[in-house]
T-cell receptor, first 113, second 115 residues
């Protein structure tokens, strides 16, 4: 039962261009969404989040867009840099005290210099 | 910068042996988690822990698994009798409070190899 889906296992982008990573979810009760970045042999690190009351959240080069009606969110990285090459996980949660994150399978981003 | 630390970084064990994975969460955090990632697969939730008790667990977290916070700083995951399919990277994580006030901080993981 994949409640959070990242349908693209990998993505390659030229340095300086925009990277767009997509995520779909099935549970309409999710109301908080996060993106994590993971380098090999390291734990996931938090990147950016968005509450369901918003449709956009921006932090520097990273912007997350949320389309609740489509149950879809995306992460935009612009401009992409070689150091952005990593696996990106989309995660979702209920906004209560202690609800575990549900992760997607991840998308491996390769930024080519 | 505060961080979640995990030991050991890699453990190799024989099937049927007991394994204890250790974690030191960030000191003022209240919620603690174990996740795992089997090679090439998604990060899967195992268990959450709050106020000295398990608050939620997944179907993966069966009777072979247990967690403990023995001394107010360490948070351990015990696998009583390891199976081959327990081979994975195990991540400990902690957070301060409600999602809006703090994201989940992960440790670097403990790789468990069961032979």
């Amino acid at each position: 039962d994949q409640q959070v889906k990242q349908n693209s296992p990998s993505l390659s982008v030229q340095e300086g261009r925009i990277s767009i990573l997509n995520c779909d979810y099935t549970n309409s009760m999710f109301d908080y969404f996060l993106w994590y970045k993971k380098y090999p042999a390291e734990g996931p690190t938090f990147l950016i989040s968005i509450s369901s009351i918003k449709d956009k959240n921006e932090d520097g080069r990273f912007t997350v867009f949320l389309n609740k009606s489509a149950k879809h969110l995306s992460l935009h990285i612009v401009p992409s840099q070689p150091g952005d090459s990593a696996v990106y996980f989309c995660a979702a949660s209920f906004n209560s005290g202690n609800t575990p994150l549900v992760f997607g399978k991840g998308t491996r981003l390769s930024v080519i210099a | 910068e505060p961080e979640v630390t995990q030991t050991p970084s890699h453990q190799v064990t024989q099937m049927g042996q007991e394994v204890i994975l250790r974690c030191v969460p960030i000191s003022n955090h209240l919620y603690f988690y174990w996740y795992r990632q089997i090679l090439g697969q998604k990060v899967e939730f195992l268990v959450s822990f709050y106020n000295n008790e398990i608050s939620e667990k997944s179907e993966i977290f069966d009777d072979q698994f247990s967690v403990e916070r023995p001394d107010g700083s360490n948070f351990t995951l015990k696998i009583r009798s390891t199976k081959l399919e327990d081979s994975a990277m195990y991540f400990c994580a902690s957070r301060a409070g409600n999602w809006n006030t703090g994201e989940l901080f992960f440790g670097e993981g403990s790789r468990l190899t069961v032979l």
